[in-house]
């Protein structure tokens, strides 16, 4: 374990080739410059759900992340950052996806800054982000940057007259994970259960007993 500081990218694409692992790789290869430019050192790790799929399977049905996939929700839990990107299916995320996030602990991704992004064939499904992928880690309470990146088919040509070409809508959404990382450490949610959450930080079970809560 390094101290630097941890990014996890999380790819639902299903082909070989996939466009989507392609947009997981740009966006994480964007973030790791923005913040090297900040003089931040990054440690990171691209996970591909499709080598996940069975285990995701078993775990929906029995509610028992098997080892490898609950090693990946351990990283992602534990990350500094996601970025996560799914393919458009019938107009939202993948159904790969979504088991992937019904698999994952409710609170894994509290307070977690997230760069949204996702592939499709046609432009037309390009507010797939806004209208599917941000209320769900809403949802989650994680913490979504503004900038989405939506890329489909016709962004992959290399086209000067383009209005927002990908690489710059990559950059913009890069900065502002790096802008969500460097301001503030993540606040990790009370764990209800620790000593500290019903005795406050200085106290004791003497002073609990002495004290007790009133209700
Ligand atoms: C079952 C299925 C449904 C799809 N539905 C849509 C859709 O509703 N809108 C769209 O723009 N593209 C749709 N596509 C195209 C994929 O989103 C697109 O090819 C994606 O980039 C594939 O990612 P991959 O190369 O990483 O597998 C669909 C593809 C499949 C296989």
Do not use: C
């Not at 900040?38 to 098997?66: C, K, W, Y």
């Not at 500290?196 to 106290?203: K, M, P, R």
Request: net charge negative; charged share 20%.
């Amino acid at each position: 374990m390094t101290g630097a500081t941890q990014i996890a990218v999380v790819s639902a694409g299903l082909s070989d080739p996939s466009s989507t692992r392609l947009l997981a790789d740009r966006i994480l290869q964007a973030v790791t410059k923005d913040l090297a430019g900040r003089g931040t050192e990054t440690s990171s790790r691209v996970f591909e759900l499709r080598d996940f799929a069975h285990d995701i399977t078993n775990s929906v049905l029995t509610g028992f992340a098997p080892k490898p996939l609950a090693e990946m929700n351990d990283f992602v839990a534990g990350a500094d950052a996601v970025v996560v990107v799914s393919p458009i299916f019938s107009t939202s995320y993948s159904g790969l996806f979504k088991s992937w996030v019904d698999a994952l602990d409710r609170d894994a991704l509290a307070g977690m800054p997230v760069l949204l992004a996702a592939t499709a064939g046609t432009p037309r499904h390009s507010l797939a982000i806004d209208y599917a992928m941000r209320p769900l880690f809403t949802y989650l309470h994680a913490e979504p940057v503004s900038t989405g990146v939506f890329a489909s088919s016709d962004d992959w040509g290399e086209s000067a007259d383009r209005v927002a070409p990908l690489q710059q809508r990559i950059d913009r959404a890069a900065r502002e994970l790096a802008d969500r990382m460097t301001e503030a450490e993540r606040a990790v949610p009370a764990d209800p259960f620790s000593p500290e959450s019903y005795l406050g930080e200085n106290g004791s079970f003497a002073d609990l007993l002495a004290n007790p809560p009133v209700r």
